[in-house]
């Protein structure tokens, strides 16, 4: 993703008040703020896939227990500003690092991750496209969750 395009994110999200992303929709069913608290796990957990990728061969990564993380951080108790400021930071340092990658590494660095591509390795470029289908997926969930 594009620094301008983060920035557009960041300027949207930025407009949603405090009490409708904290609505829960359902019972069992996240919250805009533990969406977007889930996408900050996503970008700490991509983070360390996309650096080890490159300075290791074959890692194997777990998958997170999304909702256990989510427990932990109690991102439904955090403040949207603080939720939002770290997935600013985080999604701007990510697209830089992604723009950082040797071009040699995109198709030859593979990992497996988890269950993704269904326990097969993927290459570091899979991985960055895995990356921002995610990120995308979750910001249309909260889109719906806010009315948007």
């Known amino acids: 993703m594009r620094r301008e395009e983060i920035g ?47 300075t290791e061969d074959a890692p194997v990564f777990p998958l997170w227990d999304q909702d256990a ?29 992604a723009s950082l ?8 660095a593979c990992a497996t991750v988890g269950r993704l591509n269904g326990g097969q390795p993927m290459t570091l470029a899979e991985l960055l496209e895995h990356y921002d289908r995610h990120l995308h997926h979750h910001l249309a969930q909260i889109r719906e969750r806010v009315g948007a």
């Open 8 to 54: 557009a994110i960041y300027d949207w999200l930025g407009t949603l008040g405090e009490e409708t992303v904290s609505r829960v929709p359902a019972p069992g069913v996240w919250s805009p703020k533990q969406v977007l608290g889930h996408l900050v796990d996503s970008a700490c957990n991509n983070h360390a896939r996309w650096a080890r990728m490159v």
């Open 69 to 97: 993380w989510d427990l932990a951080q109690d991102w439904q108790g955090c403040p949207w500003a603080e939720i939002l400021s770290l997935w600013h930071a985080y999604n701007l340092h990510l697209a830089r690092f």
């Open 101 to 108: 990658l040797p071009a040699d590494r995109l198709h030859s």
